[in-house]
């Protein structure tokens, strides 16, 4: 990944995705059921939950993951200050590594926020 186009790292991500699903339907239906289930606000909100999963990204070094979280996170009304705070934690739970991810997991968040005026 490089630059800032995190919208363009979910655009390349969406026709892979969709030639995946063709072949094993019944595994993005039972990830898509779960992904609803786990995102639905309960004693977590939504926001809350995305930014966790957001934090999971960072640790893991996945830009689509970013990506996806960020934007979710933006849409579900999490500030640039509390992704920022839930990368924190990344970088302190991940260390080194994470400060590498988070600042990737900034710049996305900040990139679909701006976007949207928030």
Request: proline share 3%.
């Amino acid at each position: 990944m490089n630059g800032n186009d995190y919208h363009g790292v979910l655009a390349d991500l969406n026709p892979q995705h969709r030639a995946l699903r063709q072949q094993i339907p019944g595994v993005y239906q039972g990830f898509g059921e779960m992904s609803k289930a786990t995102f639905e606000s309960g004693a977590l909100d939504r926001k809350f939950k995305e930014l966790v999963a957001l934090a999971i990204g960072v640790v893991q070094g996945c830009d689509g993951c970013l990506a996806s979280h960020a934007q979710a996170a933006v849409k579900a009304g999490a500030t640039k200050a509390e992704a920022a705070e839930a990368i924190g934690v990344s970088i302190l739970m991940h260390g080194g590594p994470a400060t590498i991810f988070g600042a990737r997991a900034y710049t996305a968040f900040c990139e679909f926020a701006d976007a949207t005026g928030e």
